[in-house]
Nanobody
Framework: QVQLVESGGGLVQAGGSLRLSCAVS????????AGWFRQGSGEEREFVAGIRWNSATTDYADSVKGRFTISRDNAGNALYLQMNSLRPEDTAIYYC?????????????????WGQGTQVTVSS
């Protein structure tokens, strides 16, 4: 089993920045792909960013490309999401996820383990 715990969410003004962290425990995280998803109120969960097990490849939703950066620290069993130039439409609960696949995907069905989520609210 793999446990994931997000932190770093909060309230920020439009144009501001936040850095989300995801602490991973349990089985080794090193060979897992990982990603961030988000779910706004009344909306479906959507892909935000993904990263390959060795950080060689990253993928971003068009809505966050150029503003968000996903990274990971395998030695420290952690996943990060740096969010800059935040917009009110980025308001959502953000979830980190891990996949036993080496390569991330955009579908939430590809991910086997999920955190409980952290709220990000961007005020205008």
């Amino acid at each position: 089993q793999v446990q994931l715990v997000e932190s770093g969410g909060g309230l920020v003004q439009a144009g501001g920045s936040l850095r989300l962290s995801c602490a991973v425990s349990g089985r080794t995280f090193t060979t897992y792909a990982a990603g961030w998803f988000r779910q706004g109120s009344g909306e479906e969960r959507e892909f935000v960013a993904g990263i390959r097990w060795n950080s060689a490849t990253t993928d971003y939703a068009d809505s966050v490309k150029g503003r968000f950066t996903i990274s990971r620290d395998n030695a420290g069993n952690a996943l990060y999401l740096q969010m800059n130039s935040l917009r009110p439409e980025d308001t959502a609960i953000y979830y980190c996820a891990a996949s036993t696949s080496l390569i991330p995907g955009r579908s939430f069905s590809r991910y086997d383990y999920w955190g409980q989520g952290t709220q990000v609210t961007v005020s205008s």
